[in-house]
């Protein structure tokens, strides 16, 4: 098992990141939604961890031609999806399986989809019931909720879900079936879910349209318009460096070419209002609002609740945590019992961090308090849950810290040590 040490900063800093990751979401979606046209995509700047090249690979899989040259992608889509003589492996990624489950459910042929063994231990009946609802035949353990999930596709009935689940993934995998449906389909949510799906889509020439709180969805009649994206820089992996720099005196950072989508900055708006300074400028809206961040220490921040917007902060929580540990008072996270079904329960892994480091806090189901004050040095194991490792490892730059098991940290931030690094010592 790997593991890194964490030193304390010893100075301020003034990091400008040009080489925050590539955005997950949007690469492992640029990889998929390439099969729904029938001419090449472009996509510069794909995220080479380890999740979106499994979804790379299985674009492959399925018939497509693949052209690499570093982070440059060109996907030659094949004229039909075959059936792949293997299992198509999504890793780690709970967002590969979910989509790919969506999509593969509408397309003629045998498809099995499996991953590593936190995924095959992720609840997929969130998405796997209501496909089952419209007509996909998809089965695995548990009655088709634990991964291997065996697919045979065919054709798809529309539907009109309201899903009890606040959830990208699973609007995303509902709205990848929709566009395989008879005719359309409708789609609600209670609270905004991030929305590349929708945004992406639209931008392909896809029918996909809000009408007064429900996302209706046009089956396809052609295929859709190629991909020609640059993917900007990943919020979530730049806000590991936002709270870096929120709780350093005199530090500033800049995080440069990331997507300013309001489903995905929410983290930053939260913690502004503790205290920290953050200005936006944006430079370019395509497919998606993208600009730099400044984040700026302004003394030391105060306690918050939190409670709304959940679905938009779900990656971010375990790093905003280190942030109220850190703070003024005592804060809450609450509505938050999807935490427990991610990479590792977060909310469990979070709570046993902070307090393996000595902070004070109060844990119930869907959520925890957090008794802001210092975080000591200890040993934090990452339960192979990328967001948690990197996290601590943020904590550490106030006394230390020995984070193990970081070898998942390579799934979504391959280089988060190397930027690390430039701002305290790191060894492993």
């Not at 930053?268 to 609002?289: F, H, S, T, V, W």
């Not at 200890?378 to 550490?396: K, L, P, V, Y």
Request: glycine share 8%; with cysteine; aromatic share 6%.
């Amino acid at each position: 098992m790997n593991k890194a040490i964490i030193k304390p900063i010893s100075k301020e800093f003034n990091l400008i990141c040009e080489d925050i990751a590539p955005d997950k979401s949007i690469s492992h979606r640029c990889a998929m939604f390439s099969l729904l046209s029938d001419k090449p995509s472009n996509i510069s700047n794909f995220l080479l961890g380890e999740d979106t090249l499994n979804s790379l690979a299985i674009t492959a899989q399925l018939g497509a031609i693949v052209k690499r040259n570093g982070s440059n992608i060109e996907i030659i889509p094949p004229k039909y999806l075959k059936e792949p003589n293997d299992v198509l492996d999504c890793g780690n990624a709970g967002t590969g399986m979910r989509l790919y489950a969506g999509l593969l459910s509408g397309i003629n042929g045998s498809f099995v989809l499996s991953g590593d063994k936190y995924l095959r231990n992720r609840p997929m009946n969130r998405v796997a019931k209501p496909l089952r609802e419209i007509g996909a035949k998809i089965d695995g353990r548990e009655n088709g909720n634990l991964a291997p999930l065996c697919i045979r596709g065919g054709e798809l009935k529309s539907f009109r879900y309201k899903s009890p689940i606040d959830s990208a993934q699973v609007k995303s995998a509902l709205i990848l079936a929709g566009l395989r449906g008879d005719s359309k389909s409708y789609y609600q949510e209670n609270e905004l879910s991030r929305d590349h799906t929708e945004r992406m889509l639209r931008g392909m020439g896809a029918s996909i349209n809000s009408v007064d709180n429900w996302i209706e969805i046009e089956p396809l009649t052609k295929p859709l318009d190629p991909l020609n994206i640059t993917v900007p820089a990943d919020p979530s992996s730049g806000f590991f460096f936002a709270v870096a720099s929120a709780i350093t005196p005199n530090a500033k950072v800049v995080i440069k070419n990331v997507t300013l989508n309001p489903t995905r900055i929410e983290a930053y708006k939260i913690l502004a209002r503790m205290g920290a300074k953050i200005d936006y400028i944006q430079k370019d809206n395509l497919y998606e609002p993208i600009g730099d961040i400044e984040v700026s220490y302004n003394g030391k921040l105060h306690s918050i609740t939190v409670e709304d917007n959940i679905s938009w902060l779900i990656d971010e929580l375990p790093a905003l945590s280190i942030a109220m540990a850190l703070s003024n008072g005592t804060s809450e996270i609450k509505n938050a019992k999807e935490l427990r079904v991610k990479e590792s329960d977060r909310i469990s892994s979070v709570v046993s961090g902070l307090n393996a480091c000595g902070v004070k806090t109060i844990e119930v189901e869907d959520g925890y308090s957090v008794i802001g004050g210092d975080i000591k040095y200890s040993t934090i194991n990452s339960h192979g849950d990328h967001r948690i490792a990197m996290s601590f490892a943020i904590a550490g730059l106030i006394n230390g810290m020995t984070i193990e098991d970081i070898d998942c940290i390579d799934t979504s931030f391959p280089n988060f040590f190397n930027i690390l690094s430039q701002i305290t010592e790191v060894s492993k």
